[in-house]
């Protein structure tokens, strides 16, 4: 059983009991991050950190994301456009039907499609021009 008091004044209760999903993404992360440290492992994989966050911590999970990437590699599964574009490199998982069967696939996305899929992050359905404004200079900061 993992204990933890998430606010300052707080007594140590059950992790399952209390933390919410945001929590959890934001625990796990510190977890992996100093296990990473504390052993000699090269890649370390996310898989939607981001669940239960948004906006201003998500933009903080990406600069933490960010930072141990300096010295591991990262493979991070987002939806998040603030963790998305902190990445060096980006993939996109497509899924296509083929002879009625579904298949997927993973492309690596030139700069180009970087910003066209931040910005898809960020505006939906329909990019806009804003939106592409916005994910150059969200990858370009």
Do not use: W
């Not at 209760?13 to 993404?25: D, F, H, Q, V, Y």
């Not at 440290?37 to 370390?44: D, K, L, Q």
């Not at 993973?106 to 899929?117: A, S, T, V």
């Amino acid at each position: 059983e993992f204990l933890l008091a998430p606010n300052v004044g707080e007594e140590l209760k059950p992790l399952a009991k209390i933390a919410s999903g945001g929590e959890l993404s934001r625990i796990m992360l510190a977890l992996k991050s100093i296990l990473a440290r504390s052993a000699s492992v090269e890649s370390v994989i996310f898989d939607e950190v981001d669940a239960g966050i948004g906006g201003a911590t998500a933009e903080v999970v990406g600069e933490k994301l960010e930072a141990l990437a300096r010295f591991h590699q990262i493979l991070c599964i987002t939806h998040l456009p603030q963790i998305a574009s902190k990445a060096h490199t980006h993939y996109q998982v497509r899924k296509s039907v083929v002879d009625g069967r579904t298949e997927s696939s993973i492309l690596e996305l030139d700069e180009k499609e970087r910003i066209e899929e931040i910005a898809r992050l960020l505006a939906g359905r329909k990019v806009t021009p804003q939106a592409l404004a916005h994910a150059r200079e969200m990858i370009n900061v």
